[in-house]
């Protein structure tokens, strides 16, 4: 792509990662806002070029439930890549259940079904295309003004996710089990991930004990049996079902998403309509 970084200003700052800062930013000669991801990258040109070449595939995903991909450049004399995305006026999972967790509320089932068959319609996009997401949590999963769920973040550049893994351990709390043991994984290891991601967002919290610690949590989640929704709220059987299938330990066992999407529970949420637009427009109290 053509995009500058002299062709940017930034607005405000959206939030920070382990691997860099995402700034709202507007690109000046069209006048479009966008979200622009910084990541540190080894300032060698062979590999700018070759992190370009990777990213590339992001500007051939068309799907509605994957954030859209303006363009990369380089930055900072070449020690980063800004990666420029739709900026999603929503937010994160993350932030947004915890807005509502604040007023003592909860996300509801029916906003929980059109978070799974999103997130596993743009999984299936993907795994079209050979990609694994390997990053699924509730940061990573977006809402848009209207209320569209989107993905985003997902590994396409080789390079870039081993830059991330030399200034960080590498290791996410979402991973699945045989992940954390670094074994063989395949699409699988990113339903796991969703059904932790799901859980979270019901209990607005994270489903493992929070007095782990890094080590201790990773051989829990690979010795004890995987979390279950508690008993407090009454959460349908469906519901109950589809996140024990996501949390099943056995990655060979576990279903991929193509299958998923064909549990009861997403099956329910397809012959439902929900009003997101409504939905997110409540959460933020935004109004008209
Ligand atoms: P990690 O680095 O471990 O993946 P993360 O997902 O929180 O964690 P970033 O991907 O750097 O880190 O994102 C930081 C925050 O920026 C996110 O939590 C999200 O709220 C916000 N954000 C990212 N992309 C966008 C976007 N396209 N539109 C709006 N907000 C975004
Ligand atoms: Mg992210």
Known sequence: TSLKAEEFQDLERLGEGAGGTVMKVCHIPT???MAKKKINVDPNQHVHRQ???ELEFLGTCHSPHIVTYFGALLEDEGSSVGICMEYCEGGSLDA????VSR????????????????V??????????KIIHRDIKPSNILVTKKGVIKICDFGVSGNLVASLAQTFLGTSYYMAPERIQGRQYRVSADVWSLGLTIMEVAEN????PSVLGPIELVAHITKMDPPQLSNDCDWSQDLRDFLRVCLEKDGEKRPTPKQMLDHPFIQRSAARQVNLERWIRQVWEWSD
Not at 120 to 129: A, D, E, K, Q, T
């Open 31 to 33: 006048g479009k806002i």
């Open 51 to 53: 992190i370009l070449r």
């Open 96 to 99: 947004i259940y915890k807005c």
């Open 120 to 129: 596993l319609n743009g999984l299936v996009y993907l795994h079209s295309h």
């Open 103 to 118: 007023r003592q509320g909860r996300i509801g089932e029916a906003v929980l079904g059109k978070i799974g068959e999103a």
């Open 205 to 208: 919290k994270f489903p493992y």
